[in-house]
């Protein structure tokens, strides 16, 4: 009977179990309703010397102490009748609400569980429909369906019920349990979950249940939220890289054209590119162009954000033994002026390649000041993304999230330390904050909508999913943060291959990424994530402080907080070399605990005149006339380029080969900038 318990327990966890602290925008746990059989096989005395119906209660009372969200309803059947002959017309109708979701507290619910009887008949069907009665009318909703045996009070078919449920339109998903059933009673409860697409447990095997369902069944995860903007891209080339200096008028003429915002008010919006024909590989890239004016005295500063679609397990052996990397993306940003003279600065455009574009991968721009000694003209100038890797010739196009802003040069730096170049904090320096009272700040699943975390506060994740938090960060400041793993139910921890874990980000005011220091890890590298265990905890800052120093030439390179103000801390979930999940996956959520604090004294800030907007005007090379946004126009021209490759620390090859091509980039971009 205890092997009995404990499978329920952990079946009931998987598919019941509440979210520890609701998450804003999230595909909540849904609305749960209980379904128990109490009919008179629940007495049988067939598990470990107990019966049925004792190991049920057991089961479900124990799983009650372990569960933190909305209580789930409840609804049992068979507790009012007997089960002779005679009792079939009253024991087929009798089914009892105990309680509505989130009606009784745990108490109450383990109350009313301990006080069933079991003795009646088997309305499974009868009680799937009272159940979807106590259920909201639309949006995701669970039933959790227990029962040692086939429906007694049919017809009609109980899958047929469910199929009908199923068919109102509303996203009801029900998930099945057998206690010591037959081969009959299997394939009905099979049939019932198959309809509403839910899954069956049998609770007679604990074995073959941890084995055969590594992702339980909870909830999906939540995409990434994008601009309501939509900018479509097109590729300068579909089969090949093209330099700046070898595009033509028309190809120019064909870009987007888009006006950038200022500091406080950027533009913000969704690039999507299309997906590239034919295979590609970890060294294959593609260009894509915007036309951006900029006037005189100002820089451009931009973020972008690449963001997968939902999904893990993308990383995995083929039949002979290889690693199979199946999305592999890099993205590097520069610019223009539409001569294809180069107009930036150093390496900061640069952002190495994501071994397995599971995550949302960050980069960041900073140019140099229109009208200086850079070739950088006053008016339109051409911003070049550089996609490479095996994800670009995947079916999703390719998704980009994109903060633009022409920002003057100060009039004033203000104090001493945005002058000079910042000190790196090292490991040691790192003071990690102590996790206070939970401030019960939501997640959010887009940088914009991130709320103020000053403090700690709880939530749950996924895999796939990337959850994002703010705090603000005044002039001269650190981050310091922790992140801990409270809670995972996960069940196949052991298996060969799993490699699930969490990681940070960090992005400043303009979507640009930030670079991040980690305590936790002494080994000389400062990785940004922590495996998913119990108890496993992430000790992180910010690598340097917030000074307008981090943005100019000496600091080309980590110039993401250069600007005071609102900082979005982003934790995601994968799970690259275990099993392939999407958007449509029922997963177990990990809980975790974060704290955010800002550490030193602020000090004054640059002062910052009007930003003069340069409106666009017509291509000077083309006769057509061009707007904001213009839809472009596909071309069919083919230079050759040289390609562009991140590194990806697998293996001496890889590294070897990301090398070499790092190399190749840097007499590129020095071909470019001495034209």
């Known amino acids: 009977m205890r092997r009995l318990v404990g499978t329920v327990v952990a079946v009931l966890a998987m598919l019941c179990t509440g979210v520890v602290f609701p998450v804003a925008h999230a595909q909540e746990q849904p609305p749960t309703v209980l379904i128990l059989d109490a009919s008179g096989s629940m007495l049988a005395t067939d598990v470990g010397g107990g019966t049925r119906m004792d190991a049920a209660k057991t089961a479900i009372s124990n799983y009650l102490d372990k569960a933190t969200g909305t209580p789930p309803g409840l609804v049992v059947y068979g507790t009012n009748t007997g089960s002779s002959d005679d009792e079939k017309q009253a024991g087929c109708q009798d089914v009892t609400t105990l309680a509505r979701p989130g009606q009784a507290t745990t108490g109450d619910l383990k109350a009313k569980v301990a006080g069933i009887n079991a003795s009646g008949y088997t309305p499974i069907g009868k009680s799937l429909q009272e159940a979807n009665s106590l259920l909201p009318g639309e949006g995701d909703r669970t039933i959790v369906l227990v029962s040692d045996g086939i429906d007694t009070c049919a017809p009609p078919p109980v899958c047929d019920v469910a199929k009908q449920l199923k068919a109102t339109g509303t996203q009801l998903v029900v998930h099945t349990i057998g206690f010591q059933v037959d081969e009959q009673a299997r394939a009905e409860l099979q049939c019932i979950a198959d309809a509403t697409g839910g899954t069956y447990a049998d609770a007679k095997d604990a074995g073959s249940l941890e084995n055969t369902i590594t992702t339980a069944s909870t909830r999906t995860a939540t995409s990434y939220t994008f601009p309501d903007r939509t900018i479509q891209g097109v590729w300068a080339s579909p089969d090949a890289p093209v330099d700046a200096s070898d595009l033509t008028a028309e190809q120019i003429a064909g870009f987007p054209l888009v006006e950038p915002g200022t500091k406080d008010n950027p533009a913000r919006f969704h690039l999507t590119l299309p997906k590239v024909s034919g295979g590609t590989d970890a060294a294959d890239t593609r260009d894509a162009y915007l036309r951006v004016p900029m006037a005189e005295g100002t820089r451009l500063q931009m973020g972008a954000t690449a963001v997968p679609p939902t999904r893990t397990g993308t990383i995995h052996t083929d039949p002979n033994g290889n690693t199979k990397y199946e999305a592999i993306l890099s993205m590097s940003i520069d610019q223009y002026n ?7 600065n150093g390496w900061q455009g640069f952002r ?6 599971e995550l949302p991968v960050s980069q960041r721009y900073t140019g140099s000041v229109i009208g200086g000694e850079d070739d950088c003209a006053v008016g339109n100038t051409l911003v070049r993304f550089s996609f490479g890797g095996s994800a670009l010739s995947l079916q999703e196009p390719i998704d980009v999230d994109v903060t633009l802003a022409a920002v003057a040069e100060p009039t004033d730096l203000g104090d001493p330390i945005n002058h000079t170049e910042p000190t790196e ?5 790192l003071v990690p904050p102590t996790a206070g009272n939970d401030t019960h700040v939501s997640a959010s699943y887009t940088p914009d909508h991130a709320q103020l975390l000053n403090g700690t506060t709880t939530a749950e994740i996924v895999e796939g999913e990337t959850q994002y938090f703010a705090i ?6 650190h981050l310091d943060a922790n992140l801990e793993i409270l809670k995972d139910d996960y069940i196949d921890k052991g298996l060969e291959g799993i490699n699930r874990q969490l990681e940070v980000s960090a992005l400043g005011s303009l979507g640009q990424p930030i670079d991040l220091v980690s305590r936790t890890h002494k080994d000389g590298f400062n990785f940004n994530n922590v495996h998913v265990e119990p108890g496993d905890g992430l000790d992180f800052g910010t690598t340097l402080p917030v000074t307008y120093a981090n943005t100019t030439e000496f600091n080309s390179t980590r110039n993401g907080s250069w600007l005071a103000g609102r900082h979005v801390i982003g934790v995601s979930m994968m799970n690259a070399t275990g099993s392939r999940t999407d958007a449509t996956t029922q997963s177990t959520p990990v809980t975790y605990r974060l704290t955010l604090t ?9 002062t910052f005149p009007d930003t003069p907007i340069l409106k666009p005007t017509t291509t000077t090379s083309s006769t057509n006339t061009t707007t904001p946004d213009q839809q ?15 590194w990806a620390a697998i293996g001496a090859t890889t590294i070897i080969t990301a090398a070499i091509i790092a190399a190749i980039l840097t007499l590129r971009h020095t071909r470019k900038n001495h034209h």
């Open 598 to 606: 800002p550490t030193g004294n602020t000090v004054q800030g640059p």
């Open 632 to 646: 472009p126009t596909t071309t069919n021209n083919t230079t050759t380029g040289l390609p562009l490759w991140g």
């Open 425 to 429: 904090r090292t490991n040691s320096q």
């Open 338 to 344: 539409e001569n294809g003279f180069g107009c930036y």
């Open 352 to 357: 190495m390649a994501e071994l397995s574009f």
């Open 472 to 477: 603000d960060l005044g002039w001269g400041q």
